[in-house]
C-alpha cells in the first residue's frame, strides 16, 4: 500500500492572515565565538576555543510541520494509561495550525494508519480528535510495524519541499511481535521516543529500544514519562521545539589558520563531522529551534612564535537550509589571540562551565556502565567523584547550568540505592540525559516535569506551563501557535527584523570582503 496521499496545504480561512507566508528565511543563525584564554604565551601552548549557536526564530516564517505520532495501543494501555495519551494527544493536535500536517498511527500486535497526512484546519481537527477518542488498547507490542509505517508516511509524501518532519513514538511496554525495532534504518528523520510509565515485565528491553531509535535517528531525543499525569507535558515540550524550528540542516565548519594553530579535537556531542582535503572540520546538526542553543569546543595547539604578536587562530563558517531549499552562508568569522610573554590569565568561566557539563556526562556514562553490571557502589563512587568535581568549578557566581547538573547528579544517585530501584527508574533515566546531553537538547525524565529542564527553550516552557493546565481540565481553552507568536512578538516588538536585518549586515561583510579581495588581487607582496 502507498503512502502518497498526503494532503497539500492551502490558505485556510481560519488561520489569521500573516501567519502562512515565509516573510523572512535569513539570518535566523547566531554566532558567538569565545576564546580561552584570549592571551597566549610565546612557547608552544594550548587553546581552546568554544562556538555558540543560537536559533534565532520568528514564528511568524517558521517551516510547515509535517508531524507523525505513532502510539501504543497494546492491552498494557488499558485504563488510565490509555486516556492520557488521549489527552496528551489532543493537546498536540489543538496546538497544531493550519501551515501544519498530522498523521496518527496506531500499533499493537500490528500497526494502523488512522489518517493520512492531513493539513489542519477546523474540520480536520475534529475529525482527528474523533479518531483519537475511539482508540482502544488490546494485543501485543509491534513497535516495529509503527515505526516502519510513520517512516513510510513521510517517505512517500508528495508535497514536501520547505517543510520541517518529526516522529513521536510512544510505547510502555517492551517489544513483543514484530521484530527489533531499534534495527529499524531511521536515517534522516528525527524521532522522538517515549517510555511510558516505570516498572512492567522488562523495563531495561523498553528503555534500551526505545533510546536505540531516538539515537539512530536525526536529532531525536529520549524522554522518560515516570508519572502517567505527564505525558501530556513530555508530548507538549516535545511539540514546543516542533513548532519553532528556526534553521535546518544547519552546518559549522571550522578551519585552522595555517601556521598560527593545529585543531586537536572538535568536541560537539554525537552529531556527526567530516574532515575534507584541507582539513578543515564540518559539523552537522541538522535542526535549531529558537532560542536552542548548541556548544561547540575546539581544541587548538600554538605553535612556538619569536616575537608578541596577534593572531587569527581559527575560520568559522557556518550555513543552513531555508525553506526555499537555499543555502544561506554567513560571513567568515575568525577566532584571535594575543601572542605575549607572560601569561597569568584564568580560563574563561563559560568555556570551564561547557567543559564541566561534557566531563559530567561522560561520568554519568560510566556510572551507568558499572550499574548495568550490578556494580551499584562503583556507580555510586563515580557520581560523588562527578559531584565533587563540579563543587570545584571555580566560577564567581552561582551558575544554572552547573546546579542542574548537580540536580541531576543527585537524582542519578538516588536511583542507585538499590538494583530494584536502578532497574525500574535510574537506567532509563540515565538513558535519557545521556542522549540529551549528546544532541544538547531537551528531553523529559525524572519524576518531577519542573526539575530537570536543561536545554528546554522558551517555548517549550510555555506549553509544559499550558499542557499542565490542559491535562487537569481538559477543557480548558488551549491558545493557538498564533497565540503564542503574539505574545512573543508583544514581549519583543523587534523579533520579526532582528533576523533579516542581521542578514544583510552579513551580506555587507561578503561584499565588502569580495571588493577587498579583488583590489589587492594584483598588489605584490
Same mark, same amino acid.
Given at each position: 500500500?502507498?503512502?502518497?496521499?498526503?494532503?497539500?496545504? !492551502?490558505? *485556510?480561512?481560519?488561520?489569521?492572515?500573516?501567519?502562512?507566508?515565509?516573510?523572512?528565511?535569513?539570518?535566523?543563525?547566531?554566532?558567538?565565538?569565545? +576564546?580561552?584564554?584570549?592571551?597566549?604565551?610565546?612557547?608552544?601552548?594550548?587553546?581552546?576555543?568554544?562556538?555558540?549557536?543560537?536559533?534565532?526564530?520568528?514564528?511568524?516564517?517558521?517551516?510547515?510541520?509535517?508531524?507523525?505520532?505513532?502510539?501504543?495501543?497494546?492491552?498494557?494501555?488499558?485504563?488510565?494509561?490509555?486516556?492520557?495519551?488521549?489527552?496528551?494527544?489532543?493537546? !498536540?493536535?489543538?496546538?497544531?495550525?493550519?501551515?501544519?500536517?498530522?498523521?496518527?498511527?496506531?500499533?499493537?500486535?500490528?500497526?494502523?494508519?488512522?489518517?493520512?497526512?492531513?493539513?489542519?484546519? +477546523?474540520?480536520?481537527?475534529?475529525?482527528?480528535?474523533?479518531?483519537?477518542?475511539?482508540?482502544?488498547?488490546?494485543?501485543?507490542?509491534?513497535?516495529? *510495524?509503527?515505526?516502519?509505517?510513520?517512516?513510510?508516511?513521510?517517505?512517500?509524501?508528495?508535497?514536501?519541499?520547505?517543510?520541517?518532519?518529526?516522529?513521536?513514538?510512544?510505547?510502555?511496554?517492551?517489544?513483543?511481535?514484530?521484530?527489533?525495532?531499534?534495527?529499524?534504518?531511521?536515517?534522516?528523520?528525527?524521532?522522538?521516543?517515549?517510555?511510558?510509565?516505570?516498572?512492567?515485565?522488562?523495563?531495561? %528491553?523498553? /528503555?534500551?529500544?526505545?533510546?536505540?531509535?531516538?539515537?539512530?535517528?536525526?536529532?531525536?531525543?529520549?524522554?522518560? !514519562?515516570?508519572?502517567?499525569?505527564?505525558?501530556?507535558? /513530555?508530548?507538549?515540550?516535545?511539540?514546543?521545539?516542533?513548532?519553532?524550528?528556526?534553521?535546518?540542516?544547519?552546518?559549522?565548519?571550522?578551519? %585552522?589558520?595555517?601556521?598560527?594553530?593545529?585543531?586537536?579535537?572538535?568536541? %560537539?556531542?554525537?552529531?556527526?563531522?567530516?574532515?575534507?582535503?584541507?582539513? /578543515?572540520?564540518?559539523?552537522?546538526?541538522?535542526?535549531?529551534?529558537?532560542?536552542?542553543?548548541?556548544? !561547540?569546543?575546539?581544541?587548538?595547539?600554538?605553535?612556538?612564535?619569536?616575537?608578541?604578536?596577534?593572531?587569527?587562530?581559527?575560520?568559522?563558517?557556518?550555513?543552513?537550509?531555508?525553506?526555499?531549499?537555499? *543555502?544561506?552562508?554567513?560571513?567568515?568569522?575568525? /577566532?584571535?589571540?594575543?601572542?605575549?610573554? *607572560?601569561?597569568?590569565?584564568?580560563?574563561?568561566?563559560?568555556?570551564?562551565?561547557?567543559? +564541566?557539563?561534557?566531563?559530567?556526562?561522560?561520568?554519568?556514562?560510566?556510572?551507568?556502565?558499572?550499574?548495568?553490571?550490578?556494580?551499584l557502589n562503583d556507580a555510586k563512587n563515580i557520581i560523588m567523584d562527578a559531584q565533587n568535581k563540579l563543587d570545584d568549578v571555580g566560577v564567581k557566581k552561582r551558575n544554572a547550568i552547573l546546579e542542574m547538573l548537580k540536580e541531576e547528579l543527585d537524582q542519578l544517585m538516588t536511583y542507585l540505592q538499590s538494583p530494584d530501584t536502578y532497574k525500574n527508574q535510574g537506567r532509563s533515566f540515565a538513558l535519557a540525559s545521556e542522549l540529551s546531553h549528546a544532541r544538547q537538547r531537551f528531553a523529559a525524565r525524572g519524576g518531577d516535569v519542573d526539575k530537570f529542564r536543561m536545554f528546554s527553550t522558551p517555548r517549550m516552557d510555555l506549553y509544559k506551563e499550558q499542557a499542565k493546565k490542559f491535562d487537569k481540565n481538559p477543557t480548558t481553552p488551549v491558545p493557538t501557535v498564533e497565540d503564542d507568536v503574539k505574545e512573543e512578538i508583544a514581549a519583543n516588538p523587534l523579533l520579526p527584523i532582528i533576523g533579516p536585518l542581521t542578514f544583510y549586515l552579513q551580506q555587507a561583510i561578503l561584499a565588502l570582503q569580495s571588493i577587498e579581495s579583488i583590489l589587492t588581487a594584483g598588489v605584490p607582496k
Amino acid at each position: 500500500m502507498s503512502f502518497n496521499d498526503d494532503e497539500q496545504i !492551502v490558505a *485556510d480561512p481560519d488561520a489569521s492572515s500573516g501567519n502562512m507566508g515565509d516573510e523572512f528565511t535569513v539570518g535566523k543563525a547566531k554566532l558567538r565565538v569565545i +576564546s580561552s584564554p584570549i592571551e597566549a604565551p610565546l612557547e608552544e601552548a594550548d587553546m581552546r576555543v568554544m562556538l555558540e549557536l543560537t536559533g534565532q526564530g520568528n514564528g511568524k516564517d517558521r517551516p510547515g510541520l509535517d508531524l507523525v505520532t505513532v502510539l501504543d495501543v497494546s492491552g498494557s494501555m488499558k485504563g488510565e494509561r490509555i486516556e492520557k495519551l488521549k489527552t496528551a494527544m489532543e493537546f !498536540v493536535i489543538k496546538k497544531l495550525s493550519s501551515i501544519d500536517r498530522l498523521s496518527v498511527i496506531t500499533f499493537s500486535a500490528n500497526a494502523k494508519r488512522l489518517c493520512p497526512l492531513r493539513q489542519i484546519t +477546523s474540520n480536520s481537527r475534529l475529525e482527528i480528535l474523533s479518531l483519537v477518542s475511539d482508540i482502544v488498547a488490546d494485543g501485543a507490542t509491534n513497535i516495529t *510495524d509503527g515505526l516502519q509505517k510513520a517512516l513510510q508516511v513521510l517517505n512517500e509524501r508528495r508535497y514536501k519541499d520547505g517543510r520541517s518532519i518529526g516522529i513521536m513514538l510512544m510505547s510502555d511496554g517492551e517489544q513483543n511481535a514484530g521484530g527489533d525495532a531499534a534495527q529499524v534504518p531511521v536515517s534522516t528523520v528525527p524521532v522522538y521516543t517515549f517510555g511510558f510509565g516505570t516498572g512492567g515485565k522488562d523495563p531495561k %528491553a523498553m /528503555a534500551d529500544v526505545l533510546n536505540a531509535i531516538a539515537k539512530n535517528g536525526d536529532g531525536g531525543t529520549y524522554s522518560e !514519562v515516570q508519572n502517567t499525569t505527564d505525558l501530556s507535558v /513530555a508530548f507538549a515540550s516535545c511539540l514546543g521545539g516542533l513548532l519553532t524550528v528556526a534553521v535546518q540542516d544547519l552546518r559549522l565548519t571550522v578551519s %585552522a589558520v595555517q601556521g598560527n594553530a593545529t585543531i586537536v579535537s572538535v568536541i %560537539a556531542g554525537d552529531y556527526p563531522q567530516s574532515k575534507d582535503n584541507t582539513n /578543515a572540520i564540518t559539523i552537522r546538526f541538522g535542526t535549531l529551534y529558537d532560542k536552542e542553543i548548541r556548544r !561547540v569546543i575546539v581544541n587548538l595547539l600554538l605553535p612556538e612564535v619569536p616575537d608578541e604578536t596577534p593572531a587569527k587562530v581559527l575560520r568559522i563558517d557556518y550555513l543552513y537550509r531555508n525553506t526555499n531549499g537555499l *543555502d544561506l552562508p554567513s560571513a567568515p568569522v575568525f /577566532a584571535s589571540v594575543q601572542r605575549v610573554g *607572560d601569561v597569568e590569565e584564568e580560563e574563561e568561566e563559560e568555556v570551564k562551565v561547557e567543559e +564541566s557539563r561534557i566531563g559530567t556526562a561522560k561520568m554519568m556514562i560510566q556510572a551507568r556502565e558499572m550499574a548495568d553490571t550490578n556494580k551499584l557502589n562503583d556507580a555510586k563512587n563515580i557520581i560523588m567523584d562527578a559531584q565533587n568535581k563540579l563543587d570545584d568549578v571555580g566560577v564567581k557566581k552561582r551558575n544554572a547550568i552547573l546546579e542542574m547538573l548537580k540536580e541531576e547528579l543527585d537524582q542519578l544517585m538516588t536511583y542507585l540505592q538499590s538494583p530494584d530501584t536502578y532497574k525500574n527508574q535510574g537506567r532509563s533515566f540515565a538513558l535519557a540525559s545521556e542522549l540529551s546531553h549528546a544532541r544538547q537538547r531537551f528531553a523529559a525524565r525524572g519524576g518531577d516535569v519542573d526539575k530537570f529542564r536543561m536545554f528546554s527553550t522558551p517555548r517549550m516552557d510555555l506549553y509544559k506551563e499550558q499542557a499542565k493546565k490542559f491535562d487537569k481540565n481538559p477543557t480548558t481553552p488551549v491558545p493557538t501557535v498564533e497565540d503564542d507568536v503574539k505574545e512573543e512578538i508583544a514581549a519583543n516588538p523587534l523579533l520579526p527584523i532582528i533576523g533579516p536585518l542581521t542578514f544583510y549586515l552579513q551580506q555587507a561583510i561578503l561584499a565588502l570582503q569580495s571588493i577587498e579581495s579583488i583590489l589587492t588581487a594584483g598588489v605584490p607582496k
